[in-house]
């Protein structure tokens, strides 16, 4: 669990500062007393500290927030927990987490939601705050007491692993959003034109002889979605968007409301459809990997600002059953311990945005977006809680099964090279993790 007893004092040292929140990216030290920020500033005194980080050469920011991962409890244990998926998340930099809720059973009532927060509070590492089933058992016929799962503590609504799919069910839990001041996630996949679908629907699908999946499964969803929540004044979050054809919708929407938001992923960023192939069971994932013309576009949605959140969609799955032939194993990759040097490496080291930017869309956009802006979270400032990541920028390290924390290893960047890696995370006032060149080490 969180320690509630944090350092006395903690000093980050000469590091470049950014905090995207406030505009700050200047070289500063911070400054850490009894789990909150004392100080932003050049040369602080280190007398009496107890702890000091020395950060020359590093970037530090504000605690990264993933706001999609599946920590695969209650019920799929053996992939991951709430006690491993937050040392992955920690291994990754992230000193927040919202989890999803495709568990057995699903956060679909109050009492559920309460049993989550038990469970996190009784092991996580990090902080987690859990987004809740919009449909009763999360089988998209019946919708929720949504009112009553935001009171337990749903940070946002979500039937993620399906859409939510019929219309009248759909604007009602818009309407039920916005009355309760939340976003509504969508996984954006028209259940009617991906039945049996295993892979983007093109030459690869065709060769590999398997049943394609259409971009505009997604681009459709997301047209029917926004022009819906617009219509309702309703806040709406298109999740990890795969395809070209959804970005000139999303473009146009957020131009309407400030309330329509998407999220890309480590893997949508970085990868095509032409990693399946060899039947690769561990690039498939759902919405799937598509064209080079697809994650490009991604990548310009991001430097453009239609797509201003990055989030994994960490989702683990034991060896066996990523073992079955690629028709049968399930979707999902895991993304908290490379997801960091994947978003630099797609959008940093391309030169489509800096580092600024980066940190923007892992800090306080997701914040915002889970309305945890309001507790704080997502920004660096004197008096509020301490969670900080320090990333070494330049570190170049080879991404393997060691270097994961969680249960799962299911990922098609084993064996990448990668660059970039938080090396310290402060969660709450307290030195959760550190990295050195000699391994990794979670206190
Ligand atoms: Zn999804």
Known sequence: MIDQNPHQSILIRGGRVIDPASGLDAACDVAITGGTIAAIAPDLPAAGVDEIIDAAGMIVCPGLIDPHVHLREPGGEAQETIESGTRAALAGGFTTVCSMP???????????????????????????????????????????????????GAVAISDDGDALWPDELMEAALKACRSADVAFMQHCQDPTMTVGSAMNEGAVSMRLGLTGWPDVAESSVIERDASM???????????????????PILAAAREQSEHITAEASPHHLNLTEDACDGYDTSAKVNPPLRTNADMLAIREAVAHGVITVLATDHAPHTGDAKQLPF??????????????????????????IGWPKLIEHMTINPARLCNLDRLGLGALAVGGPADVTVINPDWEWPFNADQC???????????????????????????????HKSGGLIA
Not at 119 to 141: D, L, M, W
Not at 327 to 352: C, N, W
Not at 406 to 427: C, E, H, I, Q, Y
């Open 229 to 247: 929540a617009i219509g309702v004044g309703a806040r709406y979050h298109a999740q990890h968007v795969s395809a070209a054809k959804s970005i």
């Open 405 to 435: 924390a969680g249960l799962s290893v299911n990922s098609p960047f084993m064996g990448w090279d990668l660059k970039g890696r938080a090396v310290a995370v402060v969660v709450n006032g307290r030195i959760c993790m550190t990295w």
């Open 102 to 152: 495709n568990t057995l059973p699903p956060p679909d009532t109050a009492c559920r939601v309460e049993d989550l927060l038990e469970r996190i509070q009784a092991t996580a590492h990090c902080r987690v705050f859990p987004v809740a089933a919009a449909s009763v058992n999360r089988n998209g016929e019946h919708l929720n007491d949504i009112a009553s799962l935001v009171k337990a």
């Open 327 to 352: 028709d049968q194993a399930p979707f999902g990759l895991i993304g908290l311990e490379s997801a960091l040097p994947l978003y630099a490496r797609a959008l940093v080291h391309t030169g489509l």
